[in-house]
């Protein structure tokens, strides 16, 4: 498990609360997506019993996007890697075993907007702002990541623009699940994470991995895919201690295997 210097964690029995933490705005470096990508990769070394997890920033914004002076040095030459870095610790987030929800306060824009989005599920402060402004620094990403979240429309309208805006106005699409007061952000989004890490932590790997992989996959190989997964499961002690805890009126008790 590695010592790093701009993610922070915590863990409180099933649920884990992870925060970026770069002053002052959180703006991504290259040392930060390494950090990232190890710590999600490697989440059970630093979060052994998290079923669920909250991705929160510190100060006064969720994430400031990338470090703009990295920008001014990338040329054709370097931004192969360097982007190979950046997505990466994307992935490390979208793939991890554990579900992971986003509690985005102040803003999140650019690498902030698609770190939010490669979380399962996004909570926001009021008045929190989401925004595309690589076109206002001459670079490209984040449109996918944001079609998470929202329809084409309004991806192409952010795209575009790269205007910040508002939770608020984003939320009747359905990819932010609540808003709630600044002060109520983190304790509402480990709300959320409660209510999931109640389940087998072995089903909750198994629904993610179907989750992600059937996300964009047609209704008839999707579903395919995920009665696959339930004859994958169904040889789990925990997947037969949910079906007759139900069966017998019971809480049930998840082994973990």
Request: net charge negative; with cysteine.
């Amino acid at each position: 498990m590695k010592n790093l210097k701009f993610i922070d964690w915590q863990a409180e029995g099933s649920i884990g609360t992870v925060w970026l933490d770069r002053p002052p705005v959180n703006a991504v470096n290259g040392e930060m997506y390494e950090e990232i990508k190890s710590f999600f990769d490697n989440i059970r070394d630093y979060l052994p019993d998290a079923r669920a997890v909250v991705l929160a920033g510190r100060g006064r914004h969720f994430c400031g996007g990338n470090d703009l002076a990295e920008f001014q040095t990338m040329d054709p030459s370097n931004a192969s890697e360097r982007m190979k870095l950046v997505r990466n610790a994307f992935w490390a987030i979208y793939d991890n075993p554990v579900p992971v929800i986003a509690a985005v306060h102040g803003v999140a824009v650019g690498t902030g907007l698609a770190i939010a989005a490669s979380c399962d599920l996004v909570v926001a402060a009021e008045g929190a702002r989401f925004a595309l402004p690589e076109v206002n620094v001459g670079v490209m990403g984040g449109a996918k990541h944001l079609s998470r979240l929202v329809p084409q429309g309004m991806v192409r309208f952010m795209h575009y623009t790269g205007d910040l805006i508002e939770a608020e106005k984003l939320q009747p699409y359905g990819g932010i699940l609540e808003i709630v007061p600044p002060e109520q952000l983190v304790d509402a989004a480990r709300a959320v994470a409660q209510s999931i890490a109640r389940h087998s932590p072995v089903t909750l790997g198994f629904a993610k991995r179907s989750l992600n992989t059937i996300e964009y996959m047609e209704l008839k190989s999707g579903y395919e895919f995920e009665q696959g997964l339930t004859g994958e499961l169904s040889g789990y002690d925990d997947s037969k201690e949910a079906v007759n805890a139900v069966v017998e009126g019971r809480t049930p008790v998840y082994v973990g295997r």
